[in-house]
Nanobody, 126 residues
């Protein structure tokens, strides 16, 4: 089992920045690719960003490219999502997830992820 706890969400204005953190415990953190997903009210959960086990490979949904940066610190068992230039449409509950994967693989599909956090709310106001 891997336990994931997100933090860092909140209420911000459009154009502001936030950094989400996800602390992992349980199994060996570096064995897992890590991803961030989000779910807005009335919408399906969608992939946002993911990072490979060592941090060398990343992937992003098109709408956040150039604004969001995913990173991880395997020594601290933590993955981060730095969100800059936030937009109203970024409002959602953000979830971190862990996927048992090969070293350079960056899963983007929800079923690839084995463990999920409880989510943290990000609200962007005008």
């Amino acid at each position: 089992q891997v336990q994931l706890v997100e933090s860092g969400g909140g209420l911000v204005q459009a154009g502001d920045s936030l950094r989400l953190s996800c602390a992992a415990s349980g199994r060996t953190f570096s064995n897992y690719a890590m991803g961030w997903f989000r779910q807005a009210p009335g919408k399906d959960r969608e992939f946002v960003a993911a990072v490979s086990r060592g941090g060398a490979s990343t992937r992003y949904i098109d709408s956040v490219k150039g604004r969001f940066t995913i990173s991880r610190d395997n020594a601290k068992n933590t993955v981060y999502l730095l969100m800059n230039s936030l937009k109203l449409e970024d409002t959602a509950v953000y979830y971190c997830a862990a996927a048992l994967a090969s070293y350079f693989i960056v899963p983007v599909a929800t079923p690839a992820y084995d463990y999920w956090g409880q989510g943290t709310q990000v609200t962007v106001s005008s």
